[in-house]
């Protein structure tokens, strides 16, 4: 399968936080920022994939800052590496007010989706990753650790066949 460049499937998505998307307090809630983190990614996926892509997991999520009603929110989705039926995607978001003042990133998230052939539903094979400059090199190269530690969380690897991150647990029985 013909690799492809980062580039090739980069998705920028823009929303504006409206009364609906918010809490009592004027607040985007986490569960409307999270659908947009998914939609966003998504979109990256299954344009890197050519096809139809399912969220298998969403790494952990922290909301370290509040956005605000009526501001702009901009979602950047890339693809970091490809498995074999699987992608890791990471999307950053950033707030601004309407003027595009008081910009600031609010979150950072890894999403991983499995690309689905579309008459069984069965997980397709996936194009390879090119990482063309320092970023994208330094998120493929560290991918691989991020898949182990997930897939060991959600009970689908045994820490003994965890060989990228076996060294964080030396000497720790488990
Ligand atoms: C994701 C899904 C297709 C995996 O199906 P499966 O039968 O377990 O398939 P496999 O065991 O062949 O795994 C396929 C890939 O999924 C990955 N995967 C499965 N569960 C995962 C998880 N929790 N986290 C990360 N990757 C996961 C596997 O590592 C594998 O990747 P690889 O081929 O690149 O190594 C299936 O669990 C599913 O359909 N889940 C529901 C998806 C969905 O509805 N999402 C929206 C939820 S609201």
């Known amino acids: 399968m013909k690799a492809k460049k980062v580039s090739e499937s980069n998705t920028v998505m823009t929303e ?35 096809a139809h892509v399912v969220t298998a997991s969403v790494d952990q999520v922290s909301f370290q800052r509040p956005i605000r009603v009526g501001e702009v929110v901009t979602l950047e ?33 890894y999403y991983t989706f499995v ?17 063309l400059n320092e970023i994208e090199q330094q998120r493929y190269d560290t991918a691989p650790r991020r898949r182990e530690l997930r897939l060991m969380l959600s009970g689908r690897m045994k820490p003994e066949d965890a060989h990228e991150i076996k060294s964080l647990f030396a000497g720790v029985s488990v």
């Open 16 to 50: 504006m936080v409206m009364p609906n998307d918010t809490n009592p307090m004027g607040n985007l809630m986490g569960g409307n920022l999270l659908r947009w983190m998914d939609i966003a990614c998504g979109i990256c996926a299954g344009k890197h994939c050519e």
């Open 77 to 109: 989705a890339s693809v970091t590496r490809a498995f074999n039926t699987s992608v890791e995607i990471i999307v950053e978001v950033f707030a601004c007010d309407i003027k595009g003042h008081n910009a600031r990133r609010c979150n950072t998230a």
């Open 115 to 131: 690309a689905l052939d579309g008459e069984n539903g069965s997980p397709v094979p996936v194009p390879p990753v090119t990482p």
